[in-house]
């Protein structure tokens, strides 16, 4: 089992900036993706970034390039979100997730995520 667990959220208001963490422990070594979503009230969810843990490979979907930044300090089991340029629309529910990756994916829907932290609320105001 691998334990996740989300920090950093909070109120922000637009223009500003938040970084998230997600702390991984337990059999972290049978995962090699960790990804970073976020859902609305009655909406799925939408992967907003990703990171191969035992390499550098990142992801990023077009809506937050050049705003969102994910890293990972492997010495802490821990991935940031580094959210910048924040927007009103970037108000939601975010979620860390663990799971096992191909190489070079074309988007966070080919992977199979096995694990779930309980999220961090993130509110942008206008």
């Known amino acids: 089992q691998v334990q996740l667990v989300e920090s950093g959220g909070g109120s922000v208001q637009a223009g500003g900036s938040l970084r998230l963490s997600c702390a991984a422990s337990g059999a972290t070594a049978s995962t090699n993706f960790i990804g970073w979503f976020r859902q609305l009230p009655g909406k799925g969810r939408e992967g907003v970034a990703g990171?191969?843990?035992?390499?550098?490979?990142?992801y990023y979907p077009d809506s937050v390039k050049g705003r969102f930044t994910i890293s990972q300090d492997n010495a802490k089991n821990t991935v940031y979100l580094q959210m910048n340029s924040l927007k009103p629309e970037d108000t939601a529910m975010y979620y860390c997730a663990a799971g096992v990756a191909p190489k070079n994916i074309a988007t966070m829907a080919d992977i199979l995520f096995n694990y779930w932290g309980q999220g961090t609320q993130v509110t942008v105001s206008s």
């Open positions: 990171i191969y843990t035992l390499g550098s490979g990142t």
